[in-house]
């Protein structure tokens, strides 16, 4: 099945696109659910189609990623990628595979981190393999000096696009569509991609900047809703708690209990923030009377986590045309008590595979690539009190066996730091979750602080993200927004949070004039209206259907 011959898509699943109307949207993934993120536009002026993302499904089953794309992709001129999350990229070598000859247009981070992330992925993956990664062609829209976000870029005759930051990931962007409307007007759809939770008011996380949040000229804002039904605590977004928690775990655990504390943690993203935490604890703890004579060395066991590292310290710390930082958090050098320069002089020992020494008695390093130097799980264990290991959901990488050995001794304690798929070996280390009869053999010490680094903006970070002005605009228009990337009942329950705030009208407010839920149906963005009103109305059916369904299989629980 793997030839490249261009377009080896069964024909007769490729759906037609509209030809009416100036640009359509069609929704193609992560309509219900968070996963396999792709939206098909046709742009009728220039006559072409693009996408914007072209993630893979997560999960066991890789059924749904062998499936035929909806689109012919040979056919497709460009795709526009928001950030390198597998669920918004992992489907492009397959694309590349199908006859795909457009360019990828993206962030230089995000570039280099989906290429990490995709050569890491066609190891499990038989829907292509590592020559299709190598096909794919980029074009990265900060590539000179004189970059800033928010600059327009044409892709075809009348149509444009510039990307803005979001606070998600390293390279993570929102993507704003500006096209020629009818009556000689430019109309602007801005997909969000993934938001963080980063604000002007607070960046309580330790890498990203704040978040950009849509032009005030956007006529569509296409938002994401993983947590639109969930509202965190203040605590889960205070940096102080946040590294005050981590630094009492490790003591106590280090210090009093004289054991072990393993994090498992997602190799993208989250493992970075984590080297930032540690170090600033790691300072904080030296002042500890109980320090004295104790060490305090940290392990980072995880192979795809040093790559991504090396992306990190290759861009995290780049700047702009005005000379600000592309992506860095200014609070970062107050965060660990370091310049910026220092810290990013640690990211680079880091990466060299040497030792970054704390503090007298604490160093934290990469566990070696070299097959020489190779360690066994009980001398990583006796060198080092802190081991940071992937995957982040514990069901393969290095981290399973450091679990099998630390486990039934309470002197240890785990650290969760990521969201964790019901079924995972992660999910079921959960205090809610663990099983009474295997409690003699999981006696370990498990503290879950997911909720304090979630990537993902909460109800009221999505809610001002739709709704907060840009300083600089003042021209406002009246937007739909549409809402993707979350489950029915996330979907729901931010479109009724969404219509209330719009009826507040505050002072400085975007005005919102129209919600509508993601679905499978083509949308005239220039006319406002769904282009078959038939099958909008079957649609409709069939999602009261399910929400029916819903509703009386909450009942019978
Ligand atoms: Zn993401
Ligand atoms: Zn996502």
Known sequence: MQNSTPSNTNPSMIEAHPKSGRLNVKFVGARDGVSGSCSWLYHAASDSQFLV??????????????????????????????????????????????????????????????????????????????????????????????????RL???????????????????????????????????TICFSGDTGGQSEENSYLPLMKPGQTPFQSSNYIVTEATYGNRTRDADAMSSKVRTDLLSDIISRTVFDKKGKVIIPAFSLHRTQELIADIWSCLRKIKDDPRYADNKLNVLIDSPLGRKVTEVYEQHLFSVVSNGKFQYLNSELPEHIGLSNDDIHGGFKTLVAGERLKITENSAVVFSSSNPNERQTIEQKLRDNQIVLASSGMCDFGPVSAYLKHIRSDPKNTIIITGFQSPGTAGSNLLPSNIDPIDLEQNCVEVVDMAAYYSAHADKNQLLNFIFESRKEEK???????????????????????IKARAEQKFGTDRSVHRVLKSNALWFDLENGEYLDEQSEMNQLLDEIERLKQELSSHKTK
């Open 53 to 150: 993302d072209c993630g893979a499904f997560q999960g066991a089953d890789d059924t749904p990623n062998q499936q035929d794309f909806p689109f012919d992709p040979s056919a497709l001129r460009f795709v526009l990628l928001t950030h390198a999350h597998i669920d918004h990229c992992g489907r492009l070598p397959k694309l590349v595979d199908e006859g795909f000859k457009g360019k990828v247009y993206a962030t230089k981070a995000t570039r280099d981190l989906t290429m990490t992330m995709l050569r890491d992925a066609v190891k499990k993956t038989s829907i292509y393999n590592e020559s299709h990664i190598d096909e794919i062609k980029w074009d990265v829209i900060d590539a000179d000096l004189g970059f800033k976000w928010g």
């Open 475 to 497: 021209s406002k228009v009246s937007a739909t927004v549409f809402i993707n990337h979350g489950t029915t009942k996330a979907k729901l329950e931010l479109a009724e949070s």
């Open 153 to 187: 870029r044409p892709l075809a005759d009348d149509l444009c696009v510039s990307f803005l930051r979001s606070s998600h990931i390293l390279g993570a962007s929102l993507v704003s569509i500006v096209w020629k409307s009818e009556d000689g007007t430019d109309r």
